[in-house]
């Protein structure tokens, strides 16, 4: 069996990340077996489905490279500070499932460049690397949503495929303009690859916004470590 067959046959829904990664040559997997499969992204985001099996023999397979590491599993942070990851951000998983376009307001959303860089270093909070949202931009994948041209916020794709960097900034919040935005950027894209996203655990507003929006919640973990 390949490696995504593996995975569909095992979660589709909860190890849809993989499986996009796989379909997309967007990660590399350097280990397939049935006891697990491991990917990489751009040699520093490590992915981890150990299925029943005991973590430690994935994360010694990952390069040195890896920085960040997403485990479809609980409760594995005693296990990973033996490696020297903390814990980030406990998460779970939501895929875009329906093969219809979300119904949304027609607004004005336009991709956004470069010159935007600063703007959404200032206002989004879980990324401090302003490299990273250069090489977001420069890719052509952020979308911003403006109100009387004038940029009410943004939203993009990560570089191991889930959408994310969803900032509305404060004065245009509760106008809805946050399930229009992630609405028009699902209708975009999600003809050429699957739809999901991480959401921090305890983020209501973002869980109940992707259950508006039609997102089914997986079963299993997505927890995000990173190195001390």
Not at 127 to 141: A, N, P, T
Not at 191 to 219: F, P, T, W
């Amino acid at each position: 069996m390949t490696p995504k067959e593996i995975l569909e046959k095992r979660d589709m829904l909860s190890y849809t990340d993989l499986i996009d990664q796989i379909e997309r040559g967007i990660g590399k997997v350097i280990y397939c077996g049935m006891d697990g499969i491991v990917t990489v992204v751009d040699d520093y985001c490590g992915f981890i489905a150990p299925f029943d099996s005991d973590v430690r023999p994935f994360v010694e397979l990952l390069p040195r490279s890896v920085e960040l590491i997403s485990i479809h599993r609980e409760h594995v942070s005693t296990v990973m500070k033996e490696y020297g990851y903390r814990l980030k951000t406990p998460c779970s998983l939501y895929v875009y499932t329906k093969d219809e376009d979300v119904a949304v307001r027609k607004q004005d959303i336009r991709v956004l460049d470069t010159s935007y860089k600063d703007v959404m270093h200032e206002h989004y909070h879980l990324i401090d690397d302003i490299d990273y949202i250069v090489d977001r931009l420069e890719k052509g994948v952020v979308r911003g949503i403006f109100v009387d041209n004038n940029l009410a916020g943004f939203m993009a794709e990560h570089s191991e495929g889930a959408m994310g960097l969803l900032e509305i900034f404060p004065e245009y919040q509760h106008r809805g303009l946050a399930y229009d935005l992630e609405g028009s950027y699902i209708n975009e894209m999600r003809k050429d690859h699957r739809m999901y996203c991480n959401v921090v655990n305890g983020n209501i507003a973002s869980e109940n916004l992707q259950l508006k929006l039609g997102l089914v919640k997986a079963d299993k973990a997505s927890d995000w470590y990173s190195i001390y």
